[in-house]
C-alpha cells in the first residue's frame, strides 16, 4: 500500500467567481480578436440598397467596445478575487519565483513539455511553467490591451473624454495616432498567440498530466490520476 499523501484527495483549487471570469473572459478575447482584425482590414461589402440601411462596420465597432469593457472590467473583477479568494486565485499574479522548489518545479515542467522526462509532477494550482506562461502572455499582455485600447477609445470620444483624460498619454508614448494602432494589433497577435498554445497545452495536460485539468475549470475540483505522491 502505497504512503497517504496529501494529494491523494481531490482539492478545490478554482472557486465559482474564477470559472465565470474565465468562461466570459475567453469569449471577450474571441470577438476582440475577430472584430479587431477587421477594424483593421474592413470587409469589402456589395450594398444592393440605400446605404443608409446598413452599418456593418460600425456594429464591428461596436462589439469591439463592448468586449473590451467586458474584458477590463473582467480584469478587474479578477484583481479583487485574487485578494479575496482562496490562495489558488493569487498564483494568477503573483508567480512564486521566491521560492527554490518553485525554480525546480519551473524547469522540470520545461523538460517534461520537451518529451525529455518521462513523468510530470503534481500540482495542486497552476504549474510554475503554466503559472508564469500566463502571467508573462495574458496579465502583462491583457493589461496592455486594456491600457492601448482605451487610448485609442478616447480617441474617438474626444479631447477632454474621461478615457483620453486617463489613458491620452499612450498616444504621443508610442508614436501617436498610427504607432498606438499599430501596437495594438501587434499586441492582439501577442494574444492570440497565447490562447492557441494555452489551448493545446491544456488538452496535452489533460491527457497526459497526472490530475484533472478541463473538468477542473468546469466545477473546480482538482483530482488525481495515481495515488503516488
Do not use: C
Not at 87 to 109: C, I
Not at 129 to 152: C, D, K, S
Amino acid at each position: 500500500m502505497s504512503a497517504i499523501s496529501p494529494l491523494d484527495k481531490p482539492v478545490y483549487v478554482y472557486e465559482l467567481p474564477v470559472r465565470l471570469w474565465h468562461g466570459v473572459n475567453a469569449l471577450a478575447l474571441v470577438v476582440l480578436a475577430i472584430t479587431g482584425y477587421l477594424i483593421a482590414s474592413p470587409p469589402v461589402v456589395s450594398v444592393y440598397d440605400e446605404a443608409s440601411q446598413h452599418f456593418l462596420l460600425g456594429n464591428i465597432r461596436f462589439a469591439h467596445f463592448s468586449a473590451g469593457y467586458v474584458l477590463a472590467l473582467g480584469f478587474i473583477g479578477r484583481v479583487y478575487w485574487a485578494f479575496v479568494g482562496n490562495e489558488y486565485a493569487r498564483q494568477l499574479f503573483v508567480p512564486e519565483v521566491y521560492k527554490l522548489k518553485w525554480w525546480d518545479d519551473l524547469w522540470h515542467e520545461v523538460l517534461w513539455y520537451l518529451f525529455l522526462v518521462k513523468e510530470p509532477r503534481k500540482h495542486i494550482g497552476h504549474n510554475p511553467l503554466a503559472g508564469l506562461a500566463l502571467f508573462m502572455f495574458y496579465v502583462l499582455g491583457a493589461l496592455f490591451m486594456i491600457v492601448t485600447g482605451f487610448a485609442l477609445y478616447g480617441e474617438g470620444l474626444g479631447q477632454g473624454s474621461w478615457a483620453d483624460r486617463l489613458f491620452g498619454w499612450v498616444i504621443p508614448l508610442l508614436g501617436q495616432s498610427q504607432g498606438a494602432h499599430t501596437w495594438h494589433h501587434v499586441g492582439m497577435w501577442y494574444l492570440v498567440v497565447f490562447t492557441m498554445t494555452h489551448i493545446y497545452v491544456a488538452v496535452r495536460e489533460n491527457l497526459m498530466s497526472r490530475q484533472s485539468l478541463l473538468s477542473t475549470m468546469k466545477d473546480g475540483w482538482r483530482r488525481w490520476k495515481d495515488d503516488r505522491p
